[in-house]
């Protein structure tokens, strides 16, 4: 274990170093790196990292990020989450932090079988950060876990994450924001349109103003702490695009994550799967005939369709036929 001047003197470096990372890293990189350079002043064998929202059947989880854990520890752990003594420790106040003995905490008969549980998968010892909204009971948590009976986390090391886990979450947050950034970068036609980021349960986690804006005007009153209801069912179910009464909202699934980008809707967004088809081709500057060749279709048909395009675009140019489709992609 370092000595407590020393991890004082590493502290502002450390920070630096986080907040670089959560810069330059792909976000399905940047946890385990954030969690490495923990490690150098906070030595930890394992950790979970996530969000979840707190029941009284114990934790929901929302996001989880595994380090050095199997995935078999979260699938046993639904059955016994009711008896995560951890869990009601973080309700009811908004920052929590605790150095927890396994085998105090869980010591007697009644807790053996989660005692058990812990202890097989490496915890003996854990380090734990909670950043708790009492009104929603949705937590962000970090926790270090170690192996050894005898490491138990010391007051100074408690203090340490403590002081630490705000700067670890804020990172995060950032590293995803930029992913954000680089997805709006690489699809230049949903830019200048609004952003946001939302588990799959619905919570945001970041939107910006433009996204907050579009959605209020889609569902009159709309808090902004969660995604509408029918905008998840929607996505959910699978679907890239959410076609709304006023926006359409595109979304990327990643990494947990439900990475959304809105706009409002277009005149565009009323043709059908065949008609965008056909006004691609019209943009390309192919003739109905030849459109109709390669739909294997009559030229009187196609024809016709286009002319239908031309009507519910409002437009009666190749030029501005080609700009109403940009306004939809």
């Known amino acids: 274990m370092r000595h407590h001047g020393k991890i004082s003197a590493d502290f502002n470096t450390l920070l630096l170093r986080l907040y670089r990372l959560s810069q330059e890293l792909p976000i399905q990189y940047f946890q385990d790196a ?85 202890q097989r998968f490496g915890v003996e010892n854990m380090l734990i950060a909670a950043d708790n909204n009492p009104r929603t009971q949705f937590v962000h948590w970090i926790s270090l876990y170690r192996a050894d009976k005898d490491a138990q986390g010391s007051k100074e090391e408690r203090q340490l994450l403590g002081q630490l886990a705000p700067h670890v979450m804020q990172a995060l947050a950032l590293n995803r924001v930029m992913h954000l950034g680089q ?48 905008l998840m069912v929607d996505l959910l179910a699978g679907h890239e695009r959410f076609l709304g009464r006023a926006i359409v909202v595109h979304r990327y699934y990643e990494h947990g994550l439900l990475f959304l980008k809105a706009r409002a809707r277009c005149l565009a967004d009323q043709l059908t799967q065949r008609e965008w088809t056909i006004a691609q081709l019209i943009a390309k500057g192919e003739s109905h005939k030849e459109i109709a060749q390669a739909l294997n279709r009559s030229p009187a048909t196609v024809r016709n369709q286009i002319q239908g395009i031309y009507e519910k675009l409002q437009v009666s140019s190749i030029a501005k036929l080609i700009d109403a489709l940009r306004r939809a992609e």
């Open 183 to 230: 997805l709006d970068a690489a699809d230049k036609a949903m830019s200048p349109y609004g952003s946001a980021i939302a588990d799959a349960r619905g919570v945001l986690y970041h939107a910006d103003p433009q996204f907050s804006g579009l959605a209020q005007t889609e569902w009159d009153g709309w808090s902004g702490l969660h995604l509408p209801a029918q």
């Open 34 to 118: 954030a969690l490495a350079q923990i490690k150098e002043v906070l030595p930890f064998d394992s950790s979970m990292w996530g969000t979840a929202t707190t029941t009284p059947a114990g934790i929901d989880i929302h996001t989880v990020h595994l380090h050095e854990i199997a995935p078999e520890m979260l699938v046993e752990y639904e059955a016994l989450k009711h008896q995560d003594v951890t869990a009601s420790m973080v309700l009811g106040e908004s920052e929590v932090t605790y150095s927890i003995n396994i085998e105090t905490l869980y010591a007697g008969r009644a807790a053996r079988e989660y005692r058990d549980f812990s």
